[in-house]
């Protein structure tokens, strides 16, 4: 699976869209673009994904690039409870794969009122 | 509700001994993973197991020891033989492309 790089660290205040950019500039025509999200002392929480076509769901919206070579999860009216460290993931679309994940140091974000 | 339980929430360990964390899932998901995740690090992966009675080493797995006995449970050991084993270890399971994550234990060797 490709390796994405995040930004350590962003801010964002309470009530405005909090952008969050990944770079995956080797990723294959078969990987997907995963975004996961952890709060402090909790398991990570899945928030969405995508493989070419921009993707939105209650928590988020995913927009990816026309090349694909990079991704932005948008939460459209951040709250403080969105405080947290987000991780964007590339893997093939396949159980199996699991195994490979590289999960790197995410981006944390803080939600400032 | 249908999920992922780890126990116990947090564990304190004399050194020299073992310890085992509990994972439990009744989302009827084939494939269980152990995650190790230190302060300021990513998650590395310690075992997963795809299938009842199979299971598989992941990139950290000396000093570390699992069974799958049933679909819904795959516990964690935590031997003597970890050297560094205060972390906080997740738990996860998957039957497709998601993975859905436990709420984690944390391990402090006191």
């Known amino acids: 699976d490709a390796k994405t790089t995040q930004p350590p660290s962003m801010d964002c205040a309470e009530g405005r869209a909090a952008n969050l950019p990944c770079n995956h500039s080797t990723i294959s025509g078969n990987e997907y673009v995963y975004w996961y999200r952890q709060i402090h002392s909790q398991g990570p929480q899945y928030i969405i994904h995508g493989l070419k076509n921009n993707e939105t769901n209650e928590m988020a919206s995913l927009i990816i690039t026309e090349d694909r070579k990079s991704s932005t999860l948008i939460l459209p009216h951040a709250t403080l409870r969105d405080t947290a460290v987000y991780y964007c993931i590339v893997r093939v679309s396949n159980a199996g794969n699991n195994r490979k994940l590289i999960w790197g140091l995410g981006t944390s974000l803080a939600v400032n009122p | 509700d249908g999920g992922i339980t780890q126990s116990p929430k947090y564990l304190f360990r004399k050194e020299g001994q073992n310890v085992t964390l509990s994972c439990e899932q009744n989302?009827?998901?084939?494939?269980m993973y152990w995650y190790r995740q230190d302060p300021g690090q990513g998650l590395r992966l310690i075992y997963y197991s795809q299938i009842v009675n199979d299971f598989q080493k992941g990139d950290i797995a000396e000093g570390y020891s699992v069974s799958r006995e049933k679909k819904e449970s795959f516990p964690l050991t935590v031997t003597s033989a970890q050297k560094n084993p205060t972390a906080f270890y997740l738990c996860a399971s998957t039957i497709g492309n998601t993975i859905y994550f436990g709420e984690g234990s944390w391990l402090t060797v006191v």
């Open positions: 989302l009827n998901h084939d494939a």
